[in-house]
């Protein structure tokens, strides 16, 4: 990871320039969301090579030219778009906001989820408690919360957790079943998206996923619908909670982008809790997207971005994790690293620990 060990390469006038960007951020990203809201640059990008009029693009969009005239304005500083004599044509960055899946599911995650709650960040991280949640609801985490979300943002929400884990199983899905799981206890499954990546793979293999109820409810339904009824296991619980059991004895234990989702000292109790629920024949793989193990600093940049989502809205107290920290924690709860795979799918490590011998 050598692109934050050294002071960054520009001029002073540079630096002042990417302070202003800054300062005027908020701006900004409001500006990419109504452009895309508007199909302004979809449109934009129709016309081609040749461009289009602020007066052909208000006939289109049934934007008013007044509209039109200040967001291009902040368009053409952000680099979104470049003037043709007259006319409006898309640039580089402007084309990939519009047609990469990433940055798409990303601005929308941060508009429907994050934006308003990002304004509590401040209280949120004095007092390490989810305060920008307090925008949908009384919560003290927005996991319970999911299925009471508004449409728009439990859409936004699930579709940025599922993007992530939809690239990464397929590349990470080999290196769990060359060791042969027949029982696997998906811990925080959610709804069920690995446990039925699992059954589709495997015929045989059977997968209890431990959660709370209401993510479980839609797990069941969703199992019954794609015939892995027999297979697919619900185990309600709060893993938060200390005197609730785990599911013992399994062969396979599994936690996806989960752990990233409490404090250290939570995350030592859930892993020490599930050690004790292992045996020495067991194993535990664990996915995650270490900020320190990204293969470029723009996935660096998104994953230390992700954890801010954490502090002001998820639970106050958690964070995209150095791998250090984590690989710390493991050994305190009594596990080892056997094998430990980096960049596979969107930037994930994936980690298979076992118990340490007795």
């Known amino acids: 990871m050598p692109f934050y060990s050294a002071p960054r390469d520009i001029t ?20 990419a969301h109504c452009l895309m809201k508007f ?4 449109t934009i990008d129709k016309a081609g090579g040749n461009g289009i009029t602020l007066a052909e693009l208000s006939q289109s969009t049934q934007v008013s030219e007044y509209a039109l005239g200040v967001l291009l304005d902040m ?8 003037q043709k004599d007259v006319t409006y044509v898309l640039d580089k960055t402007g084309y990939f906001l519009l047609h990469d899946d990433m940055a798409a599911i990303n601005l929308n995650f941060v508009q429907d989820v994050c934006y308003q709650g990002l304004f509590q960040l401040d209280k949120a991280l004095a007092e390490g408690t989810a305060a920008g ?40 899905i080999p290196f769990v079943f060359k060791h ?12 069920g998206k690995w446990a039925f990546t699992c059954c589709q793979y495997d015929p045989e293999v059977e997968v209890t996923i431990m959660d709370f109820p209401g993510q479980l409810a839609v797990a069941a339904q969703q199992a ?26 399994a062969d396979t234990y599994w936690m996806s982008q989960f752990l990233d989702c409490f404090s250290k000292g939570q995350i030592l109790s859930i892993l020490k809790r ?8 067991s194993q535990l793989f664990i996915v995650e997207t270490f900020w320190d193990r990204q293969p470029s600093a723009a996935s660096a940049y998104c994953v230390n971005a992700t954890s801010l989502y954490f502090s002001a809205m998820a639970n106050g ?42």
């Not at 002073?12 to 900004?28: L, M, R, T």
């Not at 199909?39 to 979809?42: T, Y």
């Not at 107290?317 to 690293?337: E, I, P």
């Open 12 to 31: 002073a006038f540079d630096a002042k320039f990417e302070a202003q960007k800054i300062a005027f951020g908020p701006i900004s990203f409001q500006v």
């Open 39 to 42: 199909n302004i640059l979809a």
């Open 75 to 82: 368009g053409l500083s952000m680099g979104l778009v470049w």
């Open 133 to 172: 949640l307090a925008v949908f609801g009384e919560w003290s985490t927005i996991y319970p919360a999911l299925k009471d979300l508004p449409p728009k943002a439990k859409e936004s929400w699930f579709a940025f957790d599922h993007y992530y884990s939809d690239h990464a199983f397929p590349a990470i």
């Open 180 to 191: 042969n799981p027949r029982h696997l206890v998906d811990i925080g499954g959610n709804t």
């Open 224 to 249: 019954a619908k794609q015939g892995y009824a027999s297979r697919v296991h619900t185990f309600a619980t709060d893993l938060l909670d200390e005197s609730l059991p785990f599911v013992e004895g």
């Open 274 to 281: 599930t050690a004790n629920a292992m045996t020495q024949d």
């Open 317 to 358: 107290n958690s964070r995209m994790y150095h791998s250090k920290d984590v690989l710390a924690l493991l050994q305190q709860a009594g596990l080892y690293v056997d094998e430990d795979t980096d960049n596979l799918g969107l930037g994930h490590t994936l980690l298979r620990c076992k118990l340490k011998p007795i």
